[in-house]
Every structure is written in C-alpha cells, then in structure tokens.
C-alpha cells in the first residue's frame, strides 16, 4: 500500500492507553473511565420468537408488502407467510433468526445436536441442515424468476434431500458455519431485488409462485422449525 499511503513507520501495537485515550487528555480518572464504558461494545440482545403477528419485536422498520394470494401454493399460508408478522421487514427478521440460531445451536453439543424427539423424526442436525436445503431452493426460485425464467421449476422433496445429506455425521459447528454463509448470500441477493422484480410471478411443481412470496417463505418456513425445536428439542436436552 506505500503506492497509496507512503512508507509506513514500523512500531508495535497500539497500547490501550492509545486505543482508549489517556489520563492526560480526559483529566480524571472517573472521565477516563466513562469514556471506556461508552467506547466498550455492547453484547448483541436477542428477540424474543415471534408468536403472532406482533410488530414488537421489529421496531422502526422500512415495511414490504405482503404477497397476494394466489401468488403461492396454499402451504404458504398455512405454515410459513403467517409466521411473518404483519408488517413487519422479512429481511430483518431473516438476520435476528441467524443471530438466534448462533446463540441457541451454538451451546449444543454434538451429541445433544444428534437428538430428535420422537423415533423416525430427524435431529437437530437434520433439522438445520433441512433448513439450509430449503432455503437454498427457495432463493435459486427467487433468482430464477426475478431473472425472467419462464420454465417450471422441479419440486422440493425434503423426505427424500434429508437422509442424503449426511447431517448427523457432519460437525455442529461446520453446519452453523454454512448456516451463516447461506444466509449472507440469501439477504444480499433479496436486497438486489427491486421491488418490481419482487412482484415477478414464476411456475414451480406446485403452482404459481412470486419472488415477494419467497422473500417471506423463507423465514417463515425458519420460523416454524425455531417453534418445535424450543418446543420439542429443547426441553428433552440434559
């Protein structure tokens, strides 16, 4: 970078003293040490889950519009757009999830990541990496048909992606680390999106579907993984 800048003066790190003032130029201790507090950062706060349709939790938002009926298949409605609370930006509540999921998975072992509550349900593993698979599905539609594709897309058997993904020999934290990738590529490819390209309706297996509807499918379909894992997983763990 001496191209840019110029040589450089090489010299250690900077103390703390130089990082967060010193003595001489706040005057007292007790300013000093105010000025740390307020330079110190803050751990990140969670949400409480979303149950209803509450705008409590999404404070001071930009709002897009909901999907209109008949531009999704009825399985929408019935588990994943709702869990989106009225009014509220379904990007924001996409990265609240990804800061949620690290705090939650992220104390779980891997033995109690391999747990599942019932014979024949999947794990938890199982269940993130169900996750990711249907996230990256919905989002490549997304593309698809912001993008102007005119073909029908293939369906999305779960049943049949779960038991070849090999979730419960893989590591806990190698999935949240692909978790947290998938995410990132998801909010910036929706954030590309203008809102006319939100409103491009394309054809999957299931029916018409628009690209506005995905948006929202995406952490509702979370949201309703997030629900049964607190409420089934959580409580059988040690």
């Known amino acids: 970078m001496q191209?840019?800048?110029?040589?450089?003066?090489?010299?250690?790190?900077l103390t703390s003293e130089e990082l967060l003032g010193s003595r001489r130029v706040w005057g007292s201790p007790s300013r000093l040490a105010r000025h740390r507090r307020?330079?110190?950062?803050?751990p990140p706060t969670l949400p409480p889950y979303p149950e209803a349709a509450s705008l409590a939790d999404f404070p001071m938002q930009p709002v897009i519009q909901r999907p209109q009926p008949g531009q999704y298949p009825a399985y929408f409605d019935a588990s994943y757009i709702p869990r989106v609370p009225m009014g509220a930006n379904p990007l924001v509540q996409m990265e609240q999830q990804l800061r949620e999921v690290q705090q939650v998975m992220g104390q779980l072992t891997d033995e109690q990541a391999l747990t599942n509550y019932d014979p024949g349900k999947w794990s938890i593993k199982e269940m993130l990496l169900h996750v990711l698979d249907s996230e990256r599905v919905f989002a490549?539609?997304?593309?698809?048909?912001?993008r102007g594709e005119q073909q029908t897309l293939p369906g999305f058997d779960q049943d049949a992606y779960a038991p070849e993904a090999g979730a419960n020999n893989r590591p806990l934290?190698?999935?949240l680390?692909?978790?947290?990738a998938v995410r990132s590529a998801t909010l910036a490819l929706f954030r590309s999106f203008t809102p006319a390209q939100l409103d491009r309706v394309g054809f999957t297996a299931s029916g018409p579907v628009s690209v506005r509807a995905l948006l929202f499918a995406i952490p509702g379909h979370?949201?309703?993984h997030l629900h049964i894992l607190r409420e089934r997983y959580l409580p059988l763990l040690p």
Do not use: N, V
């Open 3 to 13: 191209w840019a800048f110029g040589p450089a003066e090489i010299r250690g790190w």
């Open 177 to 180: 680390s692909e978790y947290a």
């Open 173 to 175: 934290a190698d999935i």
């Open 140 to 146: 490549y539609r997304a593309l698809c048909f912001a």
């Open 222 to 224: 979370e949201a309703h």
């Open 38 to 42: 307020r330079l110190r950062p803050q």
